[in-house]
Every structure is written in structure tokens, then in C-alpha cells.
């Protein structure tokens, strides 16, 4: 069993930067692609970043291209997703993916999620 919990959100104003991650506890899935997604109200869930197993490819949704970072630790089971330069339009619960095969960008193509953290871009 694998269980993600994410840590980090809050308050940032617009320009600001937050880092965010997720912390595997359990069987560790160090073969496992990971992936951030974010869902605004009202709004569907919508892929943001991804990560192969060894953190060699990363992947990453044109809207936060060049300000948000994806990034891993397998030695701490740990992503973390440093996001620079926020805009209020990035005002979402992100949460953390793990998938063992399957299309990066497709939420139902993976295995585990975590519970999601809050992120509120706003002056």
C-alpha cells in the first residue's frame, strides 16, 4: 500500500514563489513516474508537472512552463514542485500523483493520489 502526503501550500502573493511536495509513506514506488495536478473550484482537474523515476525526464503543462520546477529525492521518497513567478490563476488544491505505466499527462491513468494541499495566489 502507498499513501502520498502533501506538504507546503498557503497564502502567497501574485509574483511570490511556494514549494510544495510529497512524501511517500509506505512501499515506496521508486519506479513510478510522478506527477503534480491541480484542480480550481469549478474548474476540472488539470495536469501541472510530471517526473520519471529517475528524475531524468520532466514534463511540464504550458500554463506554468518556465516558472514552476518539478523535482525528486528518491533517497527522502520525496517531489517537490517549486512554483516562481504565481499568478492568482494558479489558486488551486495541487495534488500528487504516482503511476507505474501510462500517459503522464492522464489523472486516470494513475495509481495512488494524496489527500492535496492549498495554494492561494493572492495580494
Known amino acids: 500500500q502507498v499513501q502520498l502526503v502533501e506538504s507546503g501550500g498557503g497564502l502567497v502573493q501574485p509574483g511570490g514563489s511556494l514549494n510544495v511536495s510529497c512524501t511517500t509513506v509506505?512501499?515506496?514506488?521508486?519506479?513510478?513516474?510522478m506527477a503534480w495536478f491541480r484542480q480550481a473550484p469549478g474548474k476540472e482537474r488539470e495536469f501541472v508537472a510530471a517526473i520519471s523515476w529517475s528524475g531524468s525526464s520532466t514534463y511540464y503543462a504550458d500554463s506554468v512552463k518556465g516558472r514552476f520546477t518539478i523535482s525528486r529525492v528518491n533517497a527522502k521518497n520525496t517531489v517537490y514542485l517549486q512554483m516562481n513567478s504565481l499568478k492568482p490563476e494558479d489558486t488551486a488544491v495541487y495534488y500528487c500523483a504516482a503511476q507505474g505505466s501510462g500517459r503522464y499527462y492522464l489523472g486516470d491513468e494513475y495509481d495512488y493520489w494524496g489527500q492535496g494541499t492549498q495554494v492561494t495566489v493572492s495580494s
Open positions: 509506505g512501499d515506496y514506488v521508486t519506479s513510478y513516474t
